[in-house]
């Protein structure tokens, strides 16, 4: 079966508040918070807000943005876009971490899995799950057939757990890992279980590098919730 979607450019910016952001008043930070999506949004065709606090210590915030790439000049309209949308706030953020790829349909499946996540969708859910991911040399020595193999086993897994979606990234060649992975659940506890029956699979050998792991609130300006920025 042929897929004949257009390729999305996805980007993952994962930022810290400075000093400054956390001088302003409570409501101004929150204020802060909801201008820094819409001005994403103004150059992505979709944009959503994370919280990262207190999950991690590194980082207070993720914005996910995401575009159609249907020619080879999108990633310089779009890189070019975002640096300005979010030049004027620069002096509340401090850039943590980058990643970023293309979505194209996978050499392991022929058919669009019902668990792919849509990125261009406004229904999101709670939680976002996001890493960078390499496979091993050894891996990309092994032949087709036995790799398909390893890969149906981790497929078959992942069918089982139907209220987990999952969307992966190509930037090989492109960042230093090969593909950047993320889920969406409405259940952590449930999102780990499945993390721990794949990390039991033959396909685990091959795999170089998988952190670090970002995990994610979703933050909707628009919602009382949103108010965390500003407590």
């Known amino acids: 079966m042929s897929d004949d979607r257009c390729a999305t450019l996805n980007h993952f910016g994962v930022y810290r508040y400075t000093a400054e952001f956390w001088s302003l008043p409570a409501d101004r930070r929150a204020a802060v918070y909801a201008d820094l999506i819409s001005a994403v949004r103004t150059v992505a065709q979709a944009a959503h807000g994370y919280q990262l606090t207190p999950m991690e210590a590194a980082a207070d915030v993720m914005i996910w943005s995401v575009c159609e790439a249907p020619t080879p000049d999108v990633p310089t309209r779009f890189f070019a876009d975002l640096t300005r949308a979010l030049s ?36 999101r859910s709670p939680y ?63 999102f780990s279980q499945l993390v721990k029956e794949l990390r039991e699979t033959e396909a685990r050998r091959f795999t170089k ?15 009382i919730e949103s108010v965390w920025a500003g407590c």
């Open 88 to 123: 004027p706030f620069r002096s509340f953020i401090e850039p943590r971490d980058s990643l970023w790829g293309f979505t194209r349909p996978s050499q392991y499946s022929k058919a669009r899995s019902a668990q792919e996540v849509d990125p261009l969708t406004d229904e």
């Open 128 to 190: 976002l799950i996001m890493y960078p991911f390499t496979k091993t040399a050894e891996w990309y020595l092994l032949g087709a057939e036995t790799r398909q193999g390893m890969m149906n086993e981790h497929i078959r897994i992942g069918k089982q757990y139907t209220e987990i979606t999952q969307l992966l990234l190509y930037s090989v060649g492109l960042q230093d890992q090969e593909f950047v992975v993320v889920y969406e659940t409405e259940d952590l506890a449930v």
């Open 209 to 223: 590098c998988d952190t670090p792991v970002h995990t994610g609130l979703l933050c909707p300006p628009d919602t």
